[in-house]
C-alpha cells in the first residue's frame, strides 16, 4: 500500500557562489527560468504530490526568499482593479496558506546533511520528503509524485544514469545487477572518484526519509568534502538492515546549480511555453547557424 508524504523540506541555506555576483543580494532559489523562480517548480512539484507542510532550511540573507510566499495585498489589488485575472492566478499560487510554510535556520554551513537535520524538530515520525531547487525535473507526472505513488515504506531516493566520469559531483548508488524501476541499493557513497565509484547512478535531489535518518544525523561526523552528508546519514540505514531504494524516475532533470544546467533549462522551460515557443526557437536556429554571440 502507498503511503501519503505530507511534509517536505527544502535545503535552501547555500550561499549560491557559482552564481555571482547575482546572489549578492538575491538567494539563488529566487534565480528566474523563464518567468518563475526556481524555487516555485519545487513547491509546485511537492505540492502535486500531497505535501501540505513545507519547511524552509534557510540561512542569512534568505528574507527575499521568505517575503515571496507572503501575499501582495497591494499587487492584488491592482490586478483586480485591471481585471487582470490570469495573473491573479498566477499570483495565487505563489501564497502559501498560514501556518503551511515554516523556516528553521542552519545557523552554519555544515553540509546537506546537517541542513535536513535543522528541521528535526519541525518533523515528526511519519516519512518526509526532501527537496533540492537546484535540480529541476521536467516529467509528468512531477518526480516526487511518481516516488510517492511507489512509496511504501524505508527510505527512496531519486536516482539516474550520469556519466562515469561525473561521478565525483553526486552521490553514487551500489546495486547489484538491478534494473528494475525501483532498484535495491546496498550501498551509498558521496562524490567517488569515477575509479572508486560502485556505479554510475546518481542520487538526484528528490528523497523520501524516514525518523530514522534524522536520529542518525543527530551526532553523524563529517565525510566527504568535511561536510555532514545526507548520503552517509542513508547509507547507514542500509546497515541497519532497513530498505533503501533508488527510484529511477521518468523525467528530464536540470542542474540549476550551475551555470550551463541553467541555460539548458532555460532554453527547455522557454521552449515548452506555447507563447514562446516559435519566436525562440526561431531564433535559437538563427543563432546556433550563424554563431552570434552577444559580444
Ligand atoms: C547533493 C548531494 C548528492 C546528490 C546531489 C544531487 O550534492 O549531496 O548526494 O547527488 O545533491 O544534486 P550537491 O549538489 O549539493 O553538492
Not at 32 to 49: K, M, N, S, W
Not at 61 to 66: C, R, V
Not at 167 to 193: C, H
Not at 218 to 233: C, F, H, M, R, V
Request: charged share 25%; with cysteine.
Amino acid at each position: 500500500m502507498t503511503k501519503s508524504v505530507t511534509k517536505a523540506v527544502f535545503p535552501v541555506a547555500g550561499l549560491g557562489t557559482r552564481f555571482l555576483p547575482a546572489t549578492k543580494s538575491i538567494p539563488k532559489e529566487i534565480m528566474t527560468l523563464v518567468d518563475r523562480p526556481l524555487i516555485q517548480y519545487a513547491i509546485d512539484e511537492a505540492r502535486a504530490a500531497g505535501v501540505e507542510d513545507f519547511i524552509f532550511v534557510t540561512s542569512r540573507g534568505k528574507s527575499a526568499l521568505e517575503d515571496y510566499f507572503d501575499r501582495a495585498p497591494e499587487l492584488e489589488a491592482a490586478l483586480e482593479a485591471k481585471g487582470k485575472d490570469e495573473l491573479l492566478e498566477v499570483l495565487e499560487r505563489t501564497n502559501m496558506g498560514s501556518g503551511a510554510i515554516a523556516y528553521v535556520r542552519q545557523a552554519e554551513p555544515r553540509g546537506l546533511g546537517h541542513a535536513v537535520w535543522c528541521a528535526r524538530k519541525l518533523l515528526g515520525d511519519e516519512p518526509f520528503a526532501v527537496i533540492l531547487p537546484d535540480d529541476v525535473i521536467a516529467a509528468d507526472p512531477p518526480c516526487l509524485e511518481q516516488m510517492v505513488r511507489d512509496y511504501d515504506g524505508g527510505c527512496m531516493v531519486a536516482t539516474m544514469e550520469v556519466p562515469r566520469d561525473k561521478t565525483s559531483a553526486y552521490g553514487i548508488l551500489e546495486v547489484d545487477d538491478d534494473q528494475a524501476r525501483l532498484a535495491t541499493v546496498r550501498g551509498m557513497v558521496e562524490k567517488p572518484q569515477p575509479e572508486d565509484a560502485p556505479s554510475n547512478l546518481a542520487v538526484i535531489g528528490r528523497y523520501i526519509l524516514t525518523r530514522d535518518v534524522l536520529d542518525t544525523l543527530d551526532g553523524q561526523s563529517a565525510g566527504a568534502g568535511g561536510e555532514i552528508q545526507l548520503t552517509d546519514a542513508i547509507a547507514a540505514e542500509i546497515d541497519a538492515g532497513r530498505s533503501v531504494r533508488g527510484h529511477r524516475f521518468r523525467g528530464q532533470r536540470f542542474d540549476c546549480g550551475s551555470k550551463a544546467g541553467f541555460l539548458q533549462a532555460t532554453v527547455a522551460f522557454g521552449l515548452a511555453r506555447p507563447e514562446l515557443e516559435d519566436e525562440f526557437r526561431n531564433y535559437l536556429r538563427e543563432v546556433v547557424t550563424a554563431g552570434t554571440t552577444a559580444h
